[in-house]
Nanobody, 128 residues
Framework: QLPLVESGGGLVQSGGSLRLSCAAS????????IGWFRQVPGKPREGISCFSRELSSTRYAESVKGRFTISRDNAGNTVYLQMNNLQPEDTALYYC?????????????????????WGQGTQVTVSS
């Protein structure tokens, strides 16, 4: 088991910024690729960004490209999602997830079925 914990969500005005954090309680994220997902009630979960340190790979969904940045601290314990120029359509419950990095070939993936461990989510609400 890998207990993931997200933090950093909240209420922000349109155009504002938030930084989400994803950490593993009592464990390192070193062997894992990390993905960020979000979900709005009644809609499928959307993969928005991922990071693989081993493959030096980052990816972004078109909906967030140029506004969101994924990064990892040097200790390998926390992955961040910097979200700039937030818009009302970014309102969602945001999750981080982890998968075994050794399963990847060329780059990290944004498909939720590939991820084994999930956090409980942190709510992001953007007001217009």
């Amino acid at each position: 088991q890998l207990p993931l914990v997200e933090s950093g969500g909240g209420l922000v005005q349109s155009g504002g910024s938030l930084r989400l954090s994803c950490a593993a309680s009592g464990a390192t994220l070193d062997p894992y690729a990390i993905g960020w997902f979000r979900q709005v009630p009644g809609k499928p979960r959307e993969g928005i960004s991922c990071f693989s340190r081993e493959l030096s790979s980052t990816r972004y969904a078109e909906s967030v490209k140029g506004r969101f940045t994924i990064s990892r601290d040097n200790a390998g314990n926390t992955v961040y999602l910097q979200m700039n120029n937030l818009q009302p359509e970014d309102t969602a419950l945001y999750y981080c997830a982890a998968m075994d990095e050794s399963l990847l070939i060329k780059w990290c993936v944004l498909e939720e079925r590939e991820y084994d461990y999930w956090g409980q989510g942190t709510q992001v609400t953007v007001s217009s």
